[in-house]
């Protein structure tokens, strides 16, 4: 591939990026906004605009290493009716909607691979193929990476909430060292060899 095809690939993954975080941040935000907590309105968060969502390490991560995320939205359960579950209805709310992203996408993909058949293949078609196909593969990196049980990333917020994990002694030690640990997966490429394969897996179940 040439200089000049990679950057057309990169430029081409941009909306997938934008897609895949802003809707996976926001539908953090929309969900505890609707149980009850008034912070992440507070915070502007209850919105698609990318400006409230994309944080800018997470950002270049993902166009750079195939895997990323945007700025946490902040909560406070103490809002919530009933703790336990409305934080794992929180925590499970963005990979969800990433999930929903990736079948809608898909469905997308495959209509334009008709589009490509019925036109012989023209450039602006395989642009669009392309684009839509991004948006399929960085929702599920993002739902996959999101879902590795460590913290700060949904996995663990999601296994928390189900085992009761906050009420074990060693809870708030390895909610203090997870992001380390999490740094030091992603710097000897463990992630990829989680996410990678889990990804392919589930663009085969799609028919993408």
């Avoid at 700025?71 to 809002?79: A, E, H, L, N, S």
């Avoid at 994990?165 to 990829?192: A, C, M």
Wanted: charged letters at 10%; proline letters at 6%; aromatic letters at 12%.
């Amino acid at each position: 591939m040439g200089f000049t095809d990679a950057i057309l690939s990169k430029l081409l993954t941009l909306p997938g990026i934008i897609i895949g975080l802003c809707f996976h941040e926001a539908a953090h935000a929309k969900m505890s906004d609707k149980l009850g907590d008034p912070t992440p309105s507070m915070q502007g968060r209850v919105t698609l605009n990318p400006m409230a969502h994309i944080d800018v390490i997470g950002f270049i991560s993902l166009i750079l290493f195939g895997f990323g995320w945007g700025k946490p939205v902040m909560i406070d359960p103490r809002y919530y009716k009933h703790p336990r579950r409305d934080e794992f209805l929180v925590s499970i709310a963005g990979v969800s909607v990433n999930l929903m992203i990736a079948v809608v996408f898909s469905f997308i993909t495959k209509g334009m691979g008709g589009v490509m058949a019925s036109t012989g293949s023209a450039y602006w078609a395989q642009l669009l193929y392309l684009m839509c196909y991004y948006v399929v593969m960085i929702s599920l990196v993002l739902m996959i990476f999101n879902l590795i049980p460590l913290p700060p990333l949904d996995g663990f917020g999601i296994i928390t909430q189900i085992f009761k994990l906050d009420r074990q002694p060693w809870y708030e030690k390895l909610y203090h060292y997870g992001t380390p640990l999490l740094l030091i997966l992603i710097v000897f490429n463990l992630t990829s060899r989680i996410i990678s394969p889990a990804v392919s897996f589930l663009m085969g179940v799609l028919g993408v």
